[in-house]
């Protein structure tokens, strides 16, 4: 094969290969009488990793464009021209032109792999079936009449649910507010999306952790916003570099998980919250709290919220149920200025008409239930004896060849390889052995560092997988 991938364009080699081959299938150099190259074959003659060639086959497959068979290789496909030979638009030109960027091609093949392989799973940042609270859930849809309505809610999200919501808040998470200040998101995901896209414009500078599940999210780049980043230590960010970025860079928003942070699990003192807070106020730049589990402390006790300290209202609040009731229920939410709020939800409204009501219903009861505070308390008393096996599994397995701190609550352990290796084929030699974990570099600028997420298996398949990395990790080179 004549044609190398050009490893200085900004273009992922991946999208360069897959656009290679769709046009040498359009002018005959990929015939429909001969198989294309293996995956492994074409890796090796093109000197690039195997997980580049399957990116750039799933995606010609995704497309038509190629057949994959076991037994059989990978073939173009034969009805490609159509009875009446006619062209197919080149739809990886459509795909490059769009404005909203693709995940990394690592987190593609990672939510691949999970979703196709059955691996014991310390990637994925969801809780397992056995921990959502499925008994009292069942309870509120077998037994309790649903008194919601069938059409389209409010644009902010159920009247009921959002004033169980500022209840739940002021309970649980010291957070005054009201109905009026609050919008129903599918998940904090949605939260996010929303406000890059309705209050930052393209050319705008915000500020990130490093590392922070916020780094690898392309909406950012999606949207034309600049990021530039807050570096993490075990006590978080430092507040006084907010300031400094401010000087230089003008940043006009600030994204923070500050409460078992995702990935490191660090806990951002009250100090250095309160610090933000005057730091945010000095300079008018707010703060975007994203907080999933600050209601999972394991032996300290109730942590307050950026947004419980704000009394200016600086703060867009952030969270939802996703890590600690159920995923499929999809109920976020944000809290802030109702002003911001309105304009967020006509967005929303314009995205999907508003949230369905139907599990609005379901997440309204629960959280009025006597279940959601037993279910909490179980829920982190079994988190927590996941967090002690997956550290003593790396003190058994690992001992002397990682670095890590305990954390102290939350679903993530963050961990340092002493030694120097090239983290994808780490990646794929523990999928080799049934394992899946997030290398660092897809959350931050840092190498050499995994993320471990202890929520997803139970104590023996967790002490498993970390066996199955340590050995993956002896047999990756320097």
């Known amino acids: 094969m004549d044609w190398k991938p050009n490893r200085e364009s900004k273009i992922p080699i991946y999208k360069q290969l897959a656009l290679y081959i769709e046009n040498g299938i359009a002018d005959g150099t990929f015939p429909q009488d001969k198989p294309l190259p293996s995956e492994r074959g074409m890796a090796k003659e093109l000197g690039v990793n195997r997980s580049t060639v399957i990116a750039a086959y799933d995606e010609l497959e995704s497309n038509g464009l190629i057949e994959r068979k076991k037994g059989s290789g990978t073939t173009v496909s034969k009805d490609i021209w159509g009875m009446a030979k006619n062209r197919i638009p080149s739809w990886n030109?459509?795909?490059?032109?769009?404005?909203?960027?693709?995940?990394?091609?690592?987190?593609?093949?990672?939510?691949?792999?999970m979703a196709e392989q059955k691996l014991i799973n310390l990637a994925s940042g969801e809780l397992s079936q056995?921990?959502?609270?499925?008994?009292?859930?069942?309870?509120?849809?077998?037994?309790?009449?649903?008194?919601?309505?069938?059409?389209?809610?409010?644009?902010?999200?159920?009247?009921?649910?959002?004033?169980?919501l500022a209840k739940h808040v002021k309970q649980f998470r010291?957070?005054?507010?009201?109905?009026?200040?609050?919008?129903?998101?599918?998940?904090?995901?949605?939260?996010?999306?929303?406000?890059?896209?309705?209050?930052?414009?393209?050319?705008?500078?915000?500020?990130?952790e490093n590392p922070s599940y916020h780094y690898n999210l392309p909406v950012f780049k999606s949207a034309g916003i600049k990021t530039y980043y807050l570096k993490v230590g075990k006590k978080g960010i430092n507040p006084n570099d907010i300031a400094e970025l401010y000087k230089k860079h003008r940043i006009r928003m600030i994204f923070l998980n500050p409460i078992f942070q995702n990935p490191t699990g660090t806990l951002l003192s009250l100090e250095r919250r309160k610090k933000i807070l005057e730091i945010s106020s000095e300079f008018g730049i707010p703060v975007v709290e994203d907080d999933p589990y600050?209601?999972?402390?394991?032996?300290?006790?109730?942590?307050?919220?950026?947004?419980?300290?704000?009394?200016?209202?600086?703060?867009?609040?952030?969270?939802?149920?996703?890590?600690?009731?159920?995923?499929?229920?999809?109920?976020?939410?944000?809290?802030?200025?109702?002003?911001?709020?309105?304009?967020?939800?006509?967005?929303?409204?314009?995205?999907?008409?508003g949230h369905a009501s139907y599990s609005q219903?379901?997440?309204?009861?629960?959280?009025?239930?006597?279940?959601?505070?037993?279910?909490?308390?179980?829920?982190?008393?079994?988190?927590?004896?996941?967090?002690?096996q997956i550290t003593e599994s790396l003190d058994t397995f690992l001992k002397d060849q990682v670095d890590f701190t305990i954390p102290q609550g939350g679903i993530h352990l963050w961990c340092r390889i002493k030694k120097e290796c090239d983290e994808i084929q780490l990646l794929e030699e523990s999928i080799k052995r049934g394992v899946i974990f997030v290398p660092g570099s897809t959350m931050g600028t840092e190498k050499g560092f995994v993320r471990f997420t202890f929520a997803r298996e139970n104590e023996e398949m967790i002490h498993k997988g970390i066996q199955r990395f340590a050995d993956g990790l002896e047999n990756v080179s320097n």
């Open 361 to 388: 219903w379901i997440a309204n009861d629960f959280l009025e239930s006597n279940g959601f505070e037993s279910h909490m308390k179980d829920l982190v008393k079994k988190l927590e004896s996941r967090r002690d």
């Open 174 to 208: 010291g957070i005054e507010t009201n109905p009026s200040s609050i919008l129903v998101t599918s998940g904090a995901q949605q939260a996010l999306h929303l406000v890059v896209q309705c209050l930052l414009k393209p050319g705008d500078s915000v500020a990130l």
């Open 294 to 353: 600050s209601l999972t402390p394991f032996s300290i006790e109730k942590i307050p919220t950026l947004k419980s300290l704000d009394h200016h209202g600086n703060v867009l609040y952030i969270s939802s149920l996703t890590k600690i009731v159920a995923s499929g229920l999809r109920i976020g939410w944000i809290i802030g200025p109702k002003q911001v709020i309105e304009r967020l939800a006509d967005a929303k409204q314009q995205v999907d008409f």
């Open 130 to 164: 056995d921990l959502f609270p499925l008994t009292s859930l069942r309870e509120i849809t077998m037994n309790r009449s649903f008194i919601g309505t069938m059409g389209y809610d409010h644009p902010q999200g159920n009247l009921i649910l959002r004033d169980t």
């Open 93 to 113: 030109r459509y795909i490059e032109a769009g404005s909203f960027l693709p995940n990394l091609p690592v987190t593609q093949r990672i939510h691949k792999e």
